[in-house]
């Protein structure tokens, strides 16, 4: 098969799964068909699926990311602050690390919304339905939501990184509280604390909490490159040798850069 036949195939078995979306008929252009497709992923219940699924689908969202470009940490330059450190603008689903960040929402569940523009959902749609179902796991054994500045740890599965750090940032509603930056910086502990205990090397983390959360994006980063440097001179036995910070947009690329440039 073709990533076309692929794509296909993957909504038609989704709707017959799903038979509410039944009626959504296929697209003409890959791009309809990869939007409905993702969509689909999104909204599906975590649950166990078939072998012939999950092969199809891992073929297709592997070519996908491959077709992207795959990108290895281990080549990016480091910081002139810090050889440990390292910038790097791009899709944090392409990155080829031991371990990427999710910041998620505290059901630990993945985004639900449609095509939703968030890394959670963009995390959760490369990684493919398999993640999902692993959070989902956890969370009936933990039995209760995550808690802000904690971290859960699963598979990269279709990603190209080994595993993901999930984590649940702060909500700011309003003035910035020592509270919040306080769970902040709890976030970026426990990611570090759990890929030691995974023995990864590399670590990229996302800008956690600046989207939809609204943390500040200056304090949020002042606060996760501090963080991580004083975590890993605390840390000297820890197996993490590169920390990469991931920003997608120029803005957050510019704040990075002045706390980076040494």
Not at 225 to 233: A, G, H, I, Y
Request: with cysteine.
């Amino acid at each position: 098969m073709n990533q076309s036949e692929r794509r296909i195939w993957l909504i038609q078995e989704l709707q017959k799964e799903m038979p509410e979306y039944a009626h959504y008929p296929i697209p003409k252009t890959s791009e309809e068909q990869w939007r409905l497709l993702r969509g689909l992923f999104n909204v599906r219940s975590p649950k166990e699926a078939s072998e012939d699924f999950l092969k199809m689908q891992d073929t297709f969202l592997q070519e996908i990311t491959r077709e992207k470009g795959i990108v290895d940490g281990d080549s990016l330059e480091a910081t002139a602050l810090d050889r440990r450190l390292v910038l790097w603008q791009g899709d944090i689903s392409t990155l080829k690390v031991d371990a990427i960040v999710n910041a998620c929402n505290s059901a630990l569940l993945g985004c639900f919304i449609p095509n939703h523009n968030c890394i959670d959902n963009v995390e959760h749609s490369m990684a493919g339905v398999q993640m999902r179902y692993a959070c989902f796991r956890q969370m009936q054994e933990q039995g209760h939501e995550e808690a802000t500045g904690q971290c859960k740890i699963t598979p990269g599965y279709n990603l190209p990184a080994k595993y993901v750090l999930h984590t649940v940032g702060p909500i700011v509603q309003g003035e910035l509280t020592e509270k919040e930056m306080e769970e902040l910086k709890s976030c970026y502990r426990a990611c570090l604390t759990k890929a030691t205990e995974a023995k990864c090397k590399s670590v990229a983390f996302c800008c956690i909490s600046t989207g939809v959360f609204m943390f500040p994006k200056d304090k949020a980063a002042e606060i996760a490159v501090s963080t991580v440097r004083e975590w890993l001179d605390a840390h000297p036995e820890s197996t993490v040798e590169r920390v990469i910070f991931n920003v997608f947009t120029d803005e957050d690329k510019g704040i990075y850069e002045e706390l980076l440039k040494g």
